[in-house]
């Protein structure tokens, strides 16, 4: 299954807001969403480490509580929801791809697990693969994927894939056409595809994370 990029179905969707998962999932598409903490320990949806590109304001997610950043967001037509908002709304339907962003500590981590334990389609990704590695530590049945740069080397991802307890591999699109990639047994996600043409030449044999079609 395809899955849109921060709930971006076009260019009249914003990223990473509720009303933007509710589109995709009418949609029929699973998402892809990142994930930060707040101070008090909330989890939102929300793709940057300050708040500086989206809202003007250079101030770090981690040191802000949820109601000043809901507040702000509301005012600007830009609402970050919490990551249980976008859980409830996918109706345990679709497969969410929840980027971890930031290091968690494995107190935050299990707290991940808790409040997403309802929810059977979830997939933890992250680039920061200590973060994976560490909540598959805790829960070893979860579904997880490790993410990987265009600067990352096929050797170090073919090496890396090769952990069984590993579900995913989330690409750059630069690896779509390499066939030591292909081959790869563990399933593949590659992103973004950003136009239609490249939709169609890789949507039937690939599962691609997608965004503004």
Not at 45 to 62: E, G
Not at 120 to 127: A, D, E, N, Y
């Amino acid at each position: 299954m395809h899955i849109i990029h921060r709930g971006i179905v076009n260019k009249k969707f914003k990223e990473n807001i509720l009303s933007s998962f509710k589109k995709s999932f009418n949609l029929g598409y699973g998402i892809e969403t990142d994930i930060h903490l707040t101070k008090d320990n909330k989890f939102i949806c929300f793709h940057d480490f300050t708040l500086n590109r989206i809202f003007k304001k250079n101030l770090s997610v981690k040191n802000l509580d949820y109601s000043y950043i809901k507040k702000l967001s509301i005012n600007k037509k830009k609402p970050i929801p919490l990551l249980g908002e976008v859980l409830k709304a996918s109706k345990n339907n679709f497969p969410l791809l929840i980027e971890i962003k930031p290091y968690f500590s494995n107190k935050i981590l299990k707290k991940l697990i808790s409040e997403t334990s309802k929810y059977k389609k979830c997939i933890f990704i992250s680039f920061k693969h200590k973060n994976i590695y560490n909540l598959l530590k805790i829960k070893s049945n979860i579904k997880t994927g490790l993410s990987f740069s265009n600067r990352s080397s096929l050797k170090t991802i073919i090496k890396k894939s090769k952990n069984q307890k590993i579900n995913y591999c989330i690409l750059d699109k630069i690896f779509l056409d390499s066939r030591s990639i292909q081959k790869i047994k563990v399933k593949k996600y590659f992103y973004t595809i950003k136009k239609k043409s490249e939709f169609k030449k890789y949507c039937k044999n690939n599962c691609l994370i997608f965004e503004n079609l």
